[in-house]
């Protein structure tokens, strides 16, 4: 297929807000690389970028040719967190509290169900971070099998700080990959930790220049790549069982403890302080 492109993250085109490409893939011999393209918005996550991606990785998996995978973000970031610009409010369906409940129970499990096929994509996904990886950048990364960052990079979980509950298992991945104390400390406080500090605590496999990151992830590509494809897969899939035993049951633990949280007043005010860019008065209500 000739040499391998590596496209800039510059010179991918950024996209209107209702475009079809907020992500897109490319495949290039063995490789596909899947890149979040709302550089505009930091690659602030919105719903359409998560049916898009699971639509790629569907593809990806059922594609014989295809190897192993690179995830990675156009523009300054991998993803800046979900996008705090629409208005939460309009999300919340139902004609009762217990409805309004219902319904985000069964928004989470079908999210669930997307990202669990997507980690369950039989070529090793190998997730290239810059700038920053926040919240739902971070769920995503999680997905992945090898994490490498930027220089630099920003790490963090700030779902509390906006009143938005964890609902698709970056908790328990960060539990299970960092350990729990980590995870709670991350996950309680919000804070963020650069490149270094996510790698010490095993966050990520390795850290690199900003200008050799998407080389580097293409080279770790390219080295699975030869290996054979069905020895590959099938101990991504052994790894996988040992690791994931007990995190169906707790993805749906979680998704009702996150539809009761979605229904809060908390949640709005969050939403709203970030929009306003003010810090948030929360009533725990």
Known sequence: SGAPRHTNVAEVTPMSEESADAVLLEIDGHVATVTFNR?????????????????????????????????????????????????????????????????????????????????????????????????????VAMLGDVRIAAEGTQFGCPEARIGVPI??????????????????????????????????????????????LFAEARRIADEIAANAPIAVQAIKRT??????????????????NAAVGFVSEDLIEGFASGRDKRPPRFEGK
């Not at 928004?107 to 996904?125: F, K, L």
């Not at 309680?188 to 850290?207: E, S």
């Not at 790894?239 to 009702?256: Q, V």
């Open 167 to 212: 609902d698709c298992g970056l908790d328990m991945r960060l539990a299970a990959e960092v350990g729990p104390a980590w995870a709670k400390w991350l996950t309680f406080t919000g804070r963020r930790i650069d490149a270094a500090k996510a790698a010490q605590i095993g966050l990520l496999q390795d850290v690199f220049p900003a200008d050799q």
């Open 39 to 139: 550089p505009d918005r930091l690659n602030a996550w919105n719903w359409e970028m998560g049916q898009q991606l699971h639509r790629h990785m569907e593809a990806v998996a059922g594609n014989p040719d295809v190897r192993a995978v690179i995830l990675r973000g156009a523009g300054r970031a991998f993803c800046a967190g979900v996008d705090l610009k629409p208005d939460v409010g309009g999300r919340i369906v139902g004609r009762s509290p217990a409805e309004k409940v219902l319904n985000y129970y069964q928004r989470y499990r079908g999210s669930h169900r997307r990202t669990r096929a997507i980690e369950e994509t039989p070529q090793p996904i190998i997730v290239a971070m810059h700038g920053y990886c926040l919240g739902a950048g971070l769920e």
């Open 239 to 256: 790894i996988d069982m040992f690791a994931d035993r007990g995190l169906d049951d707790a993805l749906r633990f979680e998704a009702m």
